[in-house]
T-cell receptor
Framework: KNQVEQSPQSLIILEGKNCTLQ??????????LRWYKQDTGRGPVSLTI?????NTKSNGRYTATLDADTKQSSLHITASQLSDSASYIC????????????FGKGTTLSVSS | DAGVIQSPRHEVTEMGQEVTLRCKPI?????LFWYRQTMMRGLELLIY????????DSGMPEDRFSAKMPNASFSTLKIQPSEPRDSAVYFC??????????????????FGPGTRLTVL
């Protein structure tokens, strides 16, 4: 069964600290993996997109990694800011018809001062 | 560009009533997606269109749900009759070339602000 599992479910860190969010998937065949940031009350915004051949992708203070062999991805946030407080959603795309996008349930990050 | 526009932003209705959610995609985008988000199930893809044609509606939960895209600048998601378990935030998204649905595309999807639906 195609699944995307994210951990932790929630996380609280102090401003300025780094953190890493995890995404494990069992999706096959794999097309690509995306990380989205969703602020409260708003739609998700794309952070990174990685295909099978890519193992790292950065977007400012956000760095995503992908290990296609172990089917794991991580999102590392460096020098966190209050504005990083949001839900982070991992989405895996497959070429299999009818189940094109498989979503994780997200990690809720709270950055406190 | 104003981005993806959804209306209404909030909708409260009673069980059994018809609900229509509206979406205006970003001009020039060929793909349009409807999603539902709940605390229990997270984000779910309901249906998507390519050039106004429904491509995959396997995520539509029941026959009570229907979606149309009469032209490139407008889409609706209708629930008739509505039930309390339909309460959720419904998002519309658009992308220029597919946003990775069924392709090896790294195209980005742009989400609207969502419609929060409450069915009493």
């Amino acid at each position: 069964k195609n699944q995307v599992e994210q951990s932790p479910q929630s996380l609280i860190i102090l401003e300025g600290k780094n953190c890493t969010l995890q995404c494990n998937y069992t999706v096959s065949p794999f097309s690509n993996l995306r990380w989205y940031k969703q602020d409260t009350g708003r739609g998700p915004v794309s952070l990174t997109i990685m295909t099978f051949s890519e193992n790292t992708k950065s977007n400012g203070r956000y760095t995503a990694t992908l290990d296609a062999d172990t089917k794991q991805s991580s999102l590392h946030i460096t020098a966190s800011q209050l504005s990083d407080s949001a839900s982070y959603i991992c989405v895996v795309s497959t070429n299999q018809a009818g189940t094109a996008l498989i979503f994780g349930k997200g990690t809720t990050l709270s950055v406190s001062s | 560009d104003a981005g993806v526009i959804q209306s209404p932003r909030h909708e409260v209705t009673e069980m059994g009533q018809e609900v229509t959610l509206r979406c205006k995609p970003i001009s020039g985008h060929d793909y349009l997606f409807w999603y539902r988000q709940t605390m229990m199930r997270g984000l779910e893809l309901l249906i998507y269109f390519n050039n106004n044609v429904p491509i995959d509606d396997s995520g539509m939960p029941e026959d009570r749900f229907s979606a149309k895209m009469p032209n490139a600048s407008f889409s609706t998601l209708k629930i008739q009759p509505s039930e309390p378990r339909d309460s959720a935030v419904y998002f519309c998204a658009s992308s220029p070339r597919g946003g990775a649905v069924g392709h090896n595309s790294t195209d980005t999807q742009y989400f609207g602000p969502g419609t929060r639906l409450t069915v009493l």
